[in-house]
């Protein structure tokens, strides 16, 4: 009787024993692995690892343009061309073991990029008069918007709609102090952001409001070709040469006149120089 205890209680031990062993293999934990992914934002790449695995905590570390180095499970980096991009990541665990995963991500399009403009420099001094008569002068006005026979500009901080609809004789001229184009030049060639100079009467009924005479378009010159610049011109450039050589004639008649006179007096000095040798010599 005693034997079969002993025979029992050994089984049970051994029973046991086998049960603690697979227990034990039952615990054991899956081997340490990562994988990684990237998202593309624009030009923006968010790379995230992701542990599963071994012995928490993990440990990271990122190989690639513009994170190398990084110790986050999740890095952002920033790229500046279209392409694509690759990214790796070696994972640790507390136990030492490391595994390592690659990822990459292709960036299509870059965000569009704005800058701003340098403020133009103005042809003409800002400068607003008006007259008790009502005669309205402006120049170095910029125009905020453009209508069908009127466009609305700013100078010394007011605003004014510029009437283009009842002037009898309109002159569209160019930066240019000599002369003024015509012709092809159109109220349609005003743009929003042109320097204009205008010359008119102001409506003494609608307040800001003024009926031109005579525009003149600072910045229309810029943006027209020297082809037509030059026949635009064509017949003001004649009449300038033509004032021009006017000018320079009365001047050449001047000027000879002025040296005929000069000669006359250098013939009276040496004449009394002679004169006075003369009466030297005789002495």
Known sequence: MIKNKKLVLAISLAGGLALAVAGLAGAQTADLAATCSGTVAQNVITWTATASGGAPAYSYIWTGTNIGGSTSSVV?????????????????????????????????????????????????????????????ITHGM???????????????????????????????????????????VTFSQIKVGDEV???????PNNAGVVYA???????????????????????????????????????????????????RIQQILDQIKGLQDKINNHG
């Open 76 to 136: 952002s980096a920033t790229y500046n061309a279209t392409g694509t991009y690759q990214a790796g990541v070696q994972v640790g665990d507390t136990t030492t073991s490391t595994v390592n995963a690659t990822c990459s991500a292709v960036i299509t399009s870059l965000p569009q990029t704005t800058t701003t403009p340098p403020v133009p420099q103005l042809f003409k001094n800002p400068e607003l008069s008006i007259n008790p008569a009502g005669q309205f």
């Open 197 to 203: 100079g205008v010359s008119g009467r102001v409506d």
């Open 213 to 263: 005479q005579v525009v003149r378009d600072y910045s229309l010159l810029k943006a027209r070709s020297s082809n037509d610049t030059n026949t635009n011109n064509g017949k003001n450039g004649e009449n300038e040469t033509q004032s021009e050589n006017k000018g320079n004639n009365g001047n050449g008649n001047q000027n000879s006149n002025s040296q005929s006179l000069r000669d």
């Open 142 to 184: 910029k125009v905020v918007s453009v209508g069908t026979n009127s466009f609305v500009g700013s100078v010394w901080g007011t605003t004014w709609t510029v009437n283009l609809s009842s002037a009898p004789q309109l002159l569209f001229r160019g930066g240019n102090e000599g002369g003024h184009i015509t012709g092809n």
